[in-house]
């Protein structure tokens, strides 16, 4: 062979080396800013599974804040119940005022057909008995 087939052989030696360097380049750049890329990714979601973690114990506390106040205001009713029923047993004023009958105008208030919705409950009030004339309305 001689010299020039052989420099060039050369040179196409150098030539795919370089080639070959260029690319293993470009694909080790990628490759760093994939992994920085998933690095921020993993940072990010740590911080929001901390923050989800600190809602958390925040939302357990507060509940059971929640249950606290709940109980004592269960607490608080049923002495408030048991306190009016001692009221209405004890006092004999109390008692006559609630065996007394309530007036006909409340009583009907009470007589409304169960609602089994928004658009029933809205049609009963839409449509109110009719008024009668202060001669033949019940006495209270």
Not at 76 to 88: C, D, P, V
């Amino acid at each position: 062979m001689g010299i020039v087939v052989k420099v060039l052989l050369s040179l196409l030696v150098v030539v795919l080396l370089g080639t070959t360097i260029i690319l293993q380049r470009t694909s080790l750049i990628a490759e760093k800013q994939k992994n920085t890329t998933l690095t921020n990714e993993k940072a990010e979601r740590d911080q929001t599974i901390k923050q989800l973690q600190a809602a958390e114990v925040s939302n357990k506390k507060r509940l059971a804040q929640l249950q606290t106040e709940r109980n004592r205001i269960s607490a608080t009713l049923s002495e408030r119940e048991t306190f009016i029923e001692n009221l209405h047993h004890d006092n004999p004023l109390i008692q006559s005022w609630a065996d007394t009958p309530l007036p006909a105008a409340i009583v009907q208030l009470r007589q409304r057909p169960a609602a089994t919705g928004a658009s029933e409950y809205h049609s009963e009030l839409s449509q109110p008995p009719p008024l009668h004339p202060a001669s033949s309305q019940p006495n209270n």
